[in-house]
C-alpha cells in the first residue's frame, strides 16, 4: 500500500514554482526539497514542508537576481543552482556551505545537467555558451571546456558515456547539445569535451514534426548502432 502526505510549504510564493524545483537524491535522513523563490533565494524543505534548519536562512544570491534552475547531485546532498545573473552556486546541504563561479556565465542560466557520477556539471545561457564544470574535493565548481553559439539557442543538452573527437578514449567528459539558429531551417547537434574541443555531430531539418522527436530519433540510433558512443542524461 502506498501513502501519500501533503504538506503546505510555509512561507512560500505559489508563483515560485514556475521557476524551479527538486528533491533531492543522496541518502539522507530525510529528502529535501528546493524551491526558488521569487526573490534572489532557494528555500530548502523537509518532506514535511518545514523549512530546513531556518536559522541558517535560504541559499542566496548576494547580487540580488532570481535563481534560474535548480539540479541536485545524483547521489551527494549538493545542490547546483544556476542564477538569472549567470552565477553557478554548488551548495552542500548538510555542511550548510556554498561555493559559486560568476566569470564563466554572464547571461541567464538555461541548463544543469550532472553526470550520471556527479564528477561533472554541464550549464548553458540564454546567449548560447555552454560549459562543462568539475567538482573539486572542496565541492569548489572548475570551470573546464566551454564554447559559444553566437545567435543561437541551446534546445537540449545531454552527456555521453565516452568521449568524443580529440579526446576519444581517454577519461575526458564530454557533452553533447542541441543548437538552433534563427532563420537557418536546421537543428545542429554538437559536443563539447572539458579540454574545450568541439565539434558537430550532424544537422537535421527543423521541418520534422517536432524538433525534439528529431533529436529523440537520431539519439536512440545511435545508441542501437553497433560500436556506437552510448549516451546519458536525456533531456
Do not use: F
Not at 500500500?1 to 514556475?18: F, Q, R, T
Not at 521557476?19 to 521569487?38: D, I, N, R
Not at 521541418?207 to 528529431?214: E, M, N
Amino acid at each position: 500500500m502506498e501513502v501519500y502526505h501533503a504538506s503546505a510549504l510555509h512561507g512560500l510564493d505559489p508563483k515560485a514554482l514556475k521557476t524551479g524545483w527538486g528533491w533531492s537524491k543522496a541518502q539522507l535522513a530525510q529528502p529535501l526539497l528546493a524551491v526558488a523563490t521569487g526573490g534572489n533565494a532557494v528555500n530548502v524543505y523537509t518532506a514535511q514542508g518545514i523549512p530546513w534548519a531556518p536559522v541558517k536562512g535560504a541559499i542566496k544570491n548576494v547580487r540580488g537576481t532570481a535563481a534560474a534552475c535548480l539540479a541536485w547531485h545524483p547521489s551527494l546532498p549538493l545542490l547546483a543552482v544556476g542564477w538569472q545573473d549567470g552565477a553557478i552556486s554548488v551548495w552542500d546541504a548538510v555542511q550548510r556551505h556554498m561555493e559559486e563561479d560568476s566569470k564563466v556565465h554572464r547571461q541567464p542560466i538555461g541548463h544543469l545537467l550532472w553526470t550520471a557520477t556527479g564528477s561533472h556539471l554541464l550549464t548553458t545561457d540564454t546567449q548560447g555558451k555552454v560549459a562543462i564544470w568539475e567538482i573539486d574535493k572542496h565541492q569548489q565548481p572548475q570551470a573546464r571546456g566551454s564554447t559559444v553559439e553566437k545567435g543561437s539557442t541551446i534546445t537540449h543538452v545531454t552527456w555521453g558515456t565516452q568521449p568524443a573527437g580529440p579526446a576519444e578514449g581517454s577519461a575526458a567528459a564530454t557533452a553533447y547539445y542541441a543548437v538552433s539558429t534563427p532563420d537557418s531551417g536546421t537543428v545542429t547537434l554538437k559536443w563539447l569535451n572539458e579540454a574545450g574541443q568541439s565539434g558537430v555531430v550532424q544537422s537535421v531539418n527543423s521541418w520534422w514534426p517536432s524538433q525534439t522527436a528529431a533529436l529523440q530519433s537520431y539519439w536512440v540510433a545511435e545508441t542501437q548502432r553497433p560500436g556506437s558512443k552510448q549516451l546519458s542524461g536525456m533531456w
